[in-house]
């Protein structure tokens, strides 16, 4: 029991240093953002382009996949049944509303992804969550042509960053990181421009 006590505090404590900083005050131009791109010989995304209906009261998810014969995922996106808390205009939602999410890959070699309708607001207390899996991404993380220690460090400051508008800086959201699984897990509450980057 002690040992098992042990090992889930040892998990925890790993869990909370992959837990990213709050993003600072000044943000990342356009320029300096590095994108993770997927690997060249991945399989292609079965779709750029992802569309769910979200509802008061019930729970929904949408997923991106790599083509057979992989199929592994690459994105999903979760709305809990309690997470839908303000339309585009401002107005609450109420039980039954529902509201149409589009997810697009921005650019089917990069992990950047654009999500809609501008505006949607959800719940702090039951955000969505959008799951992104990297193993598919090339990671030749500084393309030196070599993978390397200079790679694994890269890997360790992955993170899910957010931008307004086109052009304008990019800044880090709080992001868990499972760098076993190859996997980026970050709470959405709103909606904008989405990349896994460094
Ligand atoms: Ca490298």
Redesign the pocket.
């Known amino acids: 029991m002690r040992g098992f006590l042990l090992l889930i505090g040892a998990a925890l404590a790993a869990l909370l240093l992959s837990c990213s900083d709050s993003a600072g005050p000044g943000g990342v131009p356009d320029t300096s953002l590095h994108i993770v791109q997927q690997d060249t010989l991945a399989s292609p995304l079965d779709s750029t382009v992802a569309r769910f209906w979200a509802k008061v009261g019930e729970g929904r998810e949408v997923r991106i996949n790599y083509q057979p014969p992989s199929g592994e995922d690459f994105l999903r996106f979760e709305v809990p049944g309690d997470g839908l808390l303000r339309k585009p205009d401002g107005s609450a939602f109420q039980p039954g509303d529902s509201i149409l999410i589009t997810v697009t890959v921005v650019d089917p070699a990069r992990f950047e992804f654009r999500f809609e309708p501008a505006g949607l607001q959800f719940s702090p207390d039951h955000p969505a969550r959008l799951k992104l899996y990297y193993y598919n991404a090339n990671h030749?993380?500084?393309?030196?042509?070599?993978?390397?220690s200079?790679?694994t460090a890269i890997e360790h400051t992955l993170d899910l960053w957010r931008q307004e508008a086109p052009g304008t800086p990019w800044f880090r959201i709080a992001s868990v990181k499972f760098e076993e699984l190859d996997e980026v897990d970050a709470n959405i509450l709103s909606f904008t421009e989405y990349a896994l980057a460094w």
């Open positions: 030749d993380f500084d393309d030196d042509g070599v993978v390397d200079t790679d």
